[in-house]
């Protein structure tokens, strides 16, 4: 008998010494039962409820790009049983680019219990449950050892747990048949028909390595059904596709369990595919000749446009043979096209790692910024005269925009493509935005295309002989031309100056103008000495060097009080404030802008701050949200890929009966007007 009740303790030692619940540093941890008195031969419900502390989060089944699943070890009577935990629909959490399948707040598994029927007495019941709860920076393993002591009975309910029960089984996905899916060339198409309107949807794959967790999950609606397009993972070929589809309605989140089967599933009809097509398949031929065309019309933007007049001139100088004319153009875009596609092969890399980026991100960095105001800053100088760029100065030369041969001209193209980057013209939207859908080799040709775009003035100017005499005799014409050019870039320098500040406050605008002071002069001391003689390189060390350590110590500054509402009294844009703002079938108008995006100020300054726009639109109650890209931020960039676009600017109106339409991107006051 001794060695019976020695044997009995130590198989139910954990009982012992556990409870119902554990209140550990992260989260509290509760086991309770549906009945005390559960009945021989029927199911026991236990619910296990994970309450995290504010700021913190719990874990789905599967937990994502991140965490980890919760570990269940039972300690049960001989014949009964445990079933795999019923989870709730769980939340997308993107932290860094990386998705986590998450718990913001409390959150109770479903397990139920299957008691044999010969059960008689009592039935301890002991759970050990590790789990990981998380906050925005730190992730902390935690244990849980809980333990209920219950009796056989009549399996009445217990009215005390009853509410919680009812919560906790409404907080679970329904099951939904019917669901068809599709895997072409790396996309997913998941279509379900689901009950009532549906806003937003997000799906949870069940199986690991089936889909890019971070991708962007494009939803449009087909006839009565959802249809949700995203990207497969590298080498998935799924024969199913199960898991939980999250919809957000006017009524708050639900959720649903689908087991979908293959099927074909036509192309979304132009009527309700979003805003900018992301959903059409896009084809590489006419994205290209959009690129090209984009690329194009860059050249007449302030900070290229004197650039490109720059090579001219050289040319326009006379004494350059054909062949050399012909070396310096396929120089001049070689170092365009090097530019974009590597920018453009950055991007897919980044994209295809999981995380939100798009066209333009390096100006999201103010070091970069800081940098591009430095080197436009000299540039202007130059032009102004203040000192000179030749092959003689100390073998500077050959480097920028003024020097000759093949070498400048690489370097002149590489500028010229780099300071493009903040623009983003009418044809280039839709191009660079369908370079991100399509496949990574066909995505680098739309990149190059808009480089090969971008050098085609100066490519003509080196391969047609005609068009070189037509360029101006040299004079002294060319100097006082030179001056001019040197306006908008010291325009453009401002302009840097104000984007800088905005990024890093006055902090880093202070220290840019410093930066600056010192750069030049420097360079006004080189300037002294090509004049009168003498050796510049010493002080033109000490401003390069301090141009180097200001772009490396300027920092971005905290995210400060929002700006002041304009005439349309914009407000900040979130998805929540969009899924409300249709919920209440109001008219909205989003659009999105950053502080270096030249076309996005034309129209901020002109069509949308229009007295007459502004009446109209508050007569017609439309709500103005705007999402601001000047620096960087994943949830937009996600919003502009679902939209077929991967830079600013974006103008959507949604109308009060749910038509969504796309705005061009030069806006006028009668356009706007048209809408209402």
Request: glycine letters at 10%; aromatic letters at 6%.
């Amino acid at each position: 008998m001794r060695a019976l009740a020695l044997l009995m303790l130590l198989l139910f030692a954990p009982a012992a010494f556990a409870q119902s619940f554990v209140a550990n540093p992260h989260a509290r941890v509760e086991l309770v039962a549906e009945t005390a008195r559960p009945a021989p031969g029927r199911a026991l419900t236990l619910g296990i409820r994970i309450a995290p502390q504010p700021g913190w989060h719990s874990y789905w089944k599967n937990p994502g790009e991140a965490g980890a699943e919760n570990r269940l070890v039972w300690t049960l009577p001989p014949g009964v049983t445990a079933a795999a935990p019923r989870y709730p629909v769980p939340e997308a959490l993107l932290v860094q680019g990386i998705m986590n399948h998450v718990y913001s707040g409390p959150a109770t598994l479903l397990v139920d219990i299957a008691v044999p029927a010969a059960a008689r007495g009592a039935l301890p019941v002991v759970l050990a449950l590790d789990y990981l709860v998380c906050s925005a920076d730190l992730c902390v393993p935690e244990r849980a050892v809980l333990a209920l002591t219950l009796s056989t009975g009549d399996g009445a309910p217990d009215p005390a747990v009853a509410p919680s029960f009812a919560a906790a089984r409404a907080a679970l996905p329904v099951a939904l048949a019917g669901a068809t899916f599709a895997d072409t060339n790396g996309r997913v198409v998941l279509r379900a028909t689901i009950p009532g309107i549906a806003t937003q949807a997000h799906f949870f794959p069940d199986a690991d390595n089936i889909l890019v967790y971070s991708a962007a999950q494009t939803v449009t609606r087909d006839g009565g059904a959802l249809r949700l397009e995203t990207r497969s993972a590298p080498g998935a070929a799924p024969v199913r596709l199960a898991g939980v589809l999250r919809v957000e309605t006017p009524e708050g989140a639900k959720g649903y369990a689908l087991d979908a089967t293959p099927g074909a599933i036509a192309a979304a009809a132009p009527a309700t595919a979003p805003p900018g097509g992301a959903d059409a398949p896009a084809t590489l031929l006419p994205t290209l000749a959009l690129a090209i065309l984009g690329g194009l019309l860059l050249n007449v933007m302030p900070c290229v446009f004197p650039i490109l007049s720059l090579k001219a001139l050289a040319l326009a100088r006379g004494n350059t043979a054909p062949a050399a004319a012909r070396a310096e153009a396929r120089a001049y875009t070689g170092g365009v096209m090097a530019i974009t596609t590597a920018l453009g092969a950055a991007i897919l890399l980044l994209r295809a790692g999981g995380a939100a980026v798009g066209w333009g991100v390096q100006l999201q960095d103010p070091r970069v910024i800081l940098a591009l105001f430095l080197l436009m800053t000299a540039i202007a100088l130059n032009l102004a005269g203040l000192f000179e760029i030749e092959a003689g100065a100390g073998g500077m030369g050959d480097r920028l925009a003024r020097a000759p041969g093949a070498k400048g001209a690489f370097f002149t193209g590489a500028l010229a493509a780099f300071v493009a980057t903040p623009c983003s013209g009418p044809f280039m939207a839709g191009a660079l935005g369908a370079a991100l859908v399509l496949p990574p080799i066909e995505g680098l040709a739309v990149f190059a295309g808009l480089g090969l775009g971008l050098a085609l003035p100066f490519l003509a100017l080196g391969y047609v002989p005609a068009l070189r005499r037509v360029l101006p005799k040299p004079g002294a014409w060319m100097a006082r031309l030179r001056h001019l050019l040197s306006v908008p870039m010291f325009l453009t320098a401002l302009g840097l100056l104000w984007v800088l500040g905005r990024q890093a406050g006055v902090a880093g605008m202070t220290l840019g103008v410093g930066t600056a002071l010192g750069l030049a002069l420097a360079l006004w001391w080189l300037g002294s000495r090509q004049r009168y003689g003498g050796t510049p390189w010493l002080p033109l060390g000490f401003g390069v060097a301090a141009a180097i350590a200001g772009a490396l110590i300027v920092a971005p500054a905290a995210p400060g009080p929002a700006a002041a509402a304009g005439l349309l009294n914009e407000q900040p844009f979130s998805e929540t404030a969009l899924a409300t703002t249709r919920a209440a079938h109001r008219p909205a108008l989003v659009y999105f802008t950053a502080d270096w995006c030249i076309t996005c100020k034309v129209n901020e300054r002109g069509a949308l701050a229009d007295a007459e726009v502004a009446r109209a639109f508050a007569r017609a109650g439309v709500v103005t949200l705007v999402g601001d890209w000047t620096r960087a931020d994943p949830a937009i960039t996600r919003f502009l890929a679902a939209n077929g676009r991967s830079g600013v600017p974006l103008y959507l109106f949604y109308h009060a009966d749910g038509r969504v339409e796309t705005l061009p991107q030069l806006l006028t006051p009668a356009r706007l007007l048209a809408l209402l």
